[in-house]
């Protein structure tokens, strides 16, 4: 079976060569259309990931109920889309929000773009679309294997946001106590488009995330797992060839906090590992199995292709925790719903 | 254990060098003509490495006394008896800190300020001086806010150095907070940020660092000095010797200063075995001191806020 990241031929500049990989196989092994590209090396000899790098792609993390049993979507459904990304784009320029074009709630937006908030989601341009219908390829189905117990707890995160409630500062999740969306999801997520500057030196890969100002630094020395726990676990990489692997074990538990999405969360149990294989001048193809009995009943893998910006891009200062005006303000909202409903309870 | 015997003695025979050296250029010009730091592939002096300050800057940039708290209130004068040496106050800590005890003391130090004075304007010594006495209301570091430059580089936690071709990454351990020293062309920054923009060059043994596009919310150190919008730190990392940085940073704030000022120090190479900058995630160390009281229920207490 093969499943490939399939450009459409409608209207993109640049194509974007194919990763190709089964949820079995490694994505980069038997790349085709890259065979011709070398990757580049840095001054002493580690293959170059350096740059900054932002997912750019409509592909939703879970496969939508509507295309259950369908792994890629048909060439009209990819054209149609891509028109959607094109609209949205061209309203965001002329600076339409929302209801210019048709509010739609997340969670009912097939393709996000215009829906409230979207002023964090503001690409500058389309967004590519590819023909898969999930990042996760594993298992089959595209969906997370959640435990039961993991499920319910995603059901109420989901049902919690304007709702509550907020009765203290451990009722908002970690993203809204400037604390992180978690390390699972760090490489394609973030409401400004996941920037991620790579930085390496002899013997180390840096990331950083501009969200959060999350930060891991990836030995490559060969040193084995410290026995620190830390929010982000405890991060070894490898180079196979033109791939980076990192295996981060020794996560803190940190399920006794709410979660924006449940599958970002840390226990002491989860596992990771991460391939980033660049496989053109403009992409990493990152793939990530994600291990955790404490929220996840199987392994699961996602395949994501992160693009590469320009070389003058910069990442900002993120000063959320400085700047978090919005802690008080939802304290200061949920006493006051508290008292009135002491008052109109009497 | 790796790092034995063998390693203390490197150590200590890197101290005796960088004695030498110290005494020897500090007085000059802080710079060292002696030492030549290994190079990377690019043939550039290598920093890189885990570093760490160790003296009381960030208690007091300046000579200061060991004190009992970094919060202190005068206990009443005692009048009653004539001639009693109590009839002058006597510092002690105040409320809020007191459970600490022999932890919560500020050991003494000797100053890092060259010259010894931190050239303030008039209103901005009686500001310092403010600060001084509110320190408990009003130091960032308590809220766990980003450092600011130079604070990061003195405090009492290790930090990275990366080197790469065209960019120097600094990874602090205090809030996970990481500099980007661009040693290629940038614009400055959109907004006035808390670490600012660094532009970074090569000036022999020395990375030469330009920092500006601060704000005005972080402070130097818990003595209450600070800075304004105009501040801009001109710094310098010389190495000296395998285990030690020649640190030095220039301060000039037109705003608050009438000159330019210095700090320096040596900073110290942690030779542990695998020594990584581990996290330390204040912002969930602070929430319940700045949120705690704010909402419906305190959850350290689980009761109902007043």
Known sequence: MSYRYVIPAVGLIGALAAGCSTPQSSPTEGTSGASTWTPPRTAWGDPDLQGVWRYEGTVPFERPKEFAGRELLTDEEVAQRDQVEKDQAANRLAGFEGAAVGRRSISESPIRGNEYNSFWQDHGRPRRVYKQTSLIVDPPDGRVPYTDDARKAEARSAARYGVGPYESFLDPDTGERCLTDGVTGMMWQGPNGGHNQIVQSPGYVTILHEEYRDRRIIPTDGRPHSSARQWFGDAVGRWEGDTLVVDTTNFLDRTNYEWASIWTRPSETLHLVERFTRVDADTIEYKITVEDPATFSAPWTAVIPILRLADDTQIYEYACHEGNYAMPNLLSAGRADAARRQTSSR | ?306
């Open chain 2, 1 to 306: 254990m790796r790092f034995g015997l063998k390693g203390a003695a490197i150590v200590i025979a890197a101290g005796a060098v960088f004695a030498l050296l110290w005494t020897r250029v500090a007085p000059v010009t802080g710079q060292t003509e002696s030492y030549r730091a290994p190079r990377t592939v690019d043939g550039r002096p290598d920093l890189s490495g885990i570093w760490q300050a160790l003296n009381t800057a960030n208690y007091d940039l300046q000579s200061h006394s060991a004190r009992p708290a970094l919060a202190l209130i005068p206990a009443p004068p005692h009048t009653g008896v004539p001639g009693l040496g109590r009839s002058k106050p006597v510092e002690l800590p105040a409320q809020s800190v007191r459970a600490l005890g022999a932890v919560g003391g500020v050991p003494a130090g000797e100053g890092v300020v060259q010259g010894g004075e931190i050239p303030y304007q008039p209103w901005a010594a009686a500001q310092k001086k403010e600060n001084f006495e509110h320190w408990l209301e009003r130091d960032p570091e308590i809220r766990c806010f980003m450092p600011g430059v130079p604070r990061a580089t003195y405090m009492p936690y290790p930090f990275q150095i990366f080197q790469s071709a065209d960019k120097v990454l600094i990874a602090y351990e205090f809030a996970g907070t990481t500099r980007t020293i661009h040693l290629n062309e940038v614009q400055n920054n959109p907004a006035a940020t808390w670490m600012g923009l660094s532009r970074g060059r090569w000036d022999g043994e020395t990375l030469v660092v330009d920092v500006t596009d601060f704000n005005d919310q972080t402070w130097f150190d818990r003595a209450g000095n600070f800075h304004s919008d105009a501040l801009h730190v001109s710094e310098r990392y010389t190495p000296v010797s395998p285990s030690h940085l020649l640190y030095e940073a220039t301060i000039e704030d037109p705003k608050v200063f009438t000159r330019p000022w210095t700090i320096r120090m040596p900073l110290y190479r942690r030779f542990e075995p695998d020594k990584k900058i581990l996290e330390y995630k204040c912002t969930e160390f602070v929430e319940e001191l700045l949120y705690g009281h704010l909402g419906a229920v305190d959850p350290a207490t689980g009761q109902t806020n007043k």
